[in-house]
């Protein structure tokens, strides 16, 4: 680098507060696998890397140094040094980053399969432990009694399974001893940027069989959805809440097939002209029209399941205090979506949100709005609700388990 280059850092990644044996440290999070998984820097070099946002050349970028060193004499070389190992590491924004990340989607784009990507580190890859796990999470909490009527739909976590395991277990006893010919998965689109939605038509491997998907219905939401969709579905392939949904409904279904419709949906703030819920139906409403057809669809038993988280607040999360001081007002608020979801009340769950700026980081926020567009008159029941609080990071999450029966 010359010392008029303008150094970027990469848009993509996370970076996230975490404690580490007293020391303030910043994991640096990358979907696309290129920085080393559990990379983490010291304070400084982050503070640096804060002002690597192409507007500083390698000079202003030294006299930053300086300054932040309180005057002590920093020489180019040590702040070439600082930008190699950067370069190296794949956190800059370079040609070399670029040819990287289009080998990795290319390589994924022509694949026929989706593997998957968690297991193994999350949940057994081994097909008998995996389901001797699911069973103790199953049957390692008290029976949830059936709903009455027939189930349309399943709201579960996608948090770790072993940090969620009580909700997941009220939300999947729902399932026991029951098939269905089609599922259609609503995730949520962590990596996905500027696009409403996500699709793929690629079959999902996990330890317990593949299961194929519904390529001509995946194609036929493809032509209505245009340009609310990714150009490409690269957004899946390390993407956990369809993954975690699938395992459980391989192994409540005991070996019966069924077909997958997986569609990862994406952050409303930064699709929409505003964020109102008329907003969301303009942009969306073939592809939704499209989505309900399927859903009642006589010719098929279908379900369908929302993979989302509720809340999630602290510094992790872009919060300046812990979550702790977030509790009460994140959790009224989880609640409160939670009683208009059950009710079926979109203008509710809509105005809910809107009422506090989306300020506690509700994930599954657009899942849980295209549920409500595309269910048919439902009967809503919440079965569970939980918070996990991450102590390195003095963050928080809310979780929830909800069925939907005609």
Same mark, same amino acid.
């Given at each position: 680098?010359? $010392? %008029?280059? /303008?150094?970027? +850092? *990469? ?10 044996? =007293? !020391? ?120 949830? $009694? %059936?709903? /009455?009527?027939? +189930? *349309? ?10 940090? =969620? !395991? ?241």
């Amino acid at each position: 680098m010359t $010392s %008029e280059t /303008a150094p970027r +850092i *990469r848009k993509d990644l996370e970076f996230i507060p975490v404690q580490h044996e =007293g !020391q303030q440290l910043i994991l640096i999070r990358d979907h696309l696998g290129l920085v080393q998984e559990g990379k983490a820097v010291a304070l400084p070099l982050y503070q640096f890397m804060t002002l690597l946002d192409g507007t500083r050349t390698t000079r202003d970028l030294q006299m930053a140094l300086m300054r932040q060193k309180g005057g002590v004499l920093v020489g180019m070389d040590e702040v070439e040094s600082l930008l190699a190992g950067l370069e190296a590491s794949y956190v800059l924004d370079t040609e070399a980053f670029k040819r990287a990340k289009d080998k990795i989607i290319s390589d994924f784009s022509s694949e026929k399969v989706r593997p998957c990507s968690h297991c193994g580190l999350t949940y057994p890859a081994d097909p008998s432990q995996l389901r001797d796990r699911l069973d103790a999470i199953l049957e390692g909490e008290a029976p949830v $009694s %059936e709903p /009455a009527g027939k +189930i *349309r739909a399943l709201v579960s976590p996608h948090i770790d399974l072993s940090v =969620g !395991q009580r909700v997941y277990a009220s939300a999947y006893q729902m399932l026991k001893h029951k098939t269905f010919s089609r599922v259609v998965v609503l995730g949520v689109g962590h990596t996905l940027a500027n696009d409403l939605f996500c699709l793929t038509d690629k079959d999902f491997q996990t330890p317990l069989g593949v299961i194929e998907a519904e390529r001509s219905l995946v194609r036929e939401l493809r032509e209505v959805g245009g340009d609310i969709l990714a150009t490409n579905d690269f957004a899946h392939r390390a993407e956990h809440s369809i993954e975690f949904q699938l395992i459980f409904l391989q192994h409540l279904f005991k070996g019966v097939s069924f077909t997958l419709i997986p569609i990862l949906c994406g952050f409303l703030q930064s699709c929409l002209p505003e964020y109102t819920r008329k907003a969301y139906l303009e942009r969306t409403a073939p592809f939704l029209d499209l989505l309900r057809e399927i859903l009642q669809d006589p010719e098929h038993e279908t379900l369908l399941v929302a993979g989302i988280d509720f809340s999630h607040v602290g510094p992790k999360f872009g919060h300046e205090m812990p979550a702790e001081y977030l509790k009460g007002q994140s959790e009224a608020h989880d609640k409160k979506l939670l009683q208009h979801l059950s009710l079926m009340d979109p203008e509710l769950f809509w105005e809910e949100s809107m009422n506090v700026k989306d300020q506690f980081n509700v994930c599954g926020f657009s899942a849980l709005a295209c549920l409500l567009e595309i269910l048919p008159p439902c009967k809503g029941q919440i079965l569970d609700y939980e918070r996990w609080h991450e102590e390195p990071t003095r963050s928080a999450v809310g979780f929830a388990a909800v069925v939907f029966t005609s």
